[in-house]
């Protein structure tokens, strides 16, 4: 059974730093990431690092935000640099377990965000 555990959401001013940790247990993860979403707006993926591959990042945190994961520990972590007001939003840790050709994502509960300017 995969479970996630995320922390480290919560208040900042703009150009400010915020840390958010995803620590996740059940199985070997093939991605793990970063999505958010903001008040009347979709979900979008924030960031990603595959098992081994390149780390992936939306445009808009390029240069601020950075991705990683601690394999013993299972823990994908996402270091929010210069935040800004655009920035606020919930949140969530996805985690991926891949069978061959299939995939399973899962999802964290939330982290809310909110970046005053």
């Known amino acids: 059974q995969v479970r996630l555990m995320e922390s480290g959401g919560g208040f900042v001013q703009a150009g400010g730093s915020l840390r958010l940790s995803c620590a996740a247990s059940?199985?070997?993860?093939?991605?793990m990431g970063w999505y958010r979403q903001a008040p009347g707006k979709q979900r979008e993926l924030v960031a990603a690092?595959?098992?081994?591959?390149?780390?992936m990042y939306a445009d808009s945190v390029k240069g601020r935000f950075t991705i990683s994961r601690d394999n013993v520990e299972n823990t994908v972590y996402l270091q929010m640099n210069s935040v800004k007001p655009e920035d606020t939003a919930v949140y969530f840790c996805?985690?991926?377990?891949?069978?061959?050709?299939?995939?399973?994502?899962?999802w964290g509960q939330g982290t809310q965000v909110t970046v005053s300017s």
């Open positions: 059940g199985s070997i993860f093939s991605v």
């Open positions: 996805n985690v991926r377990v891949t069978r061959g050709s299939i995939y399973f994502d899962y």
């Open positions: 690092i595959p098992n081994g591959g390149n780390t």
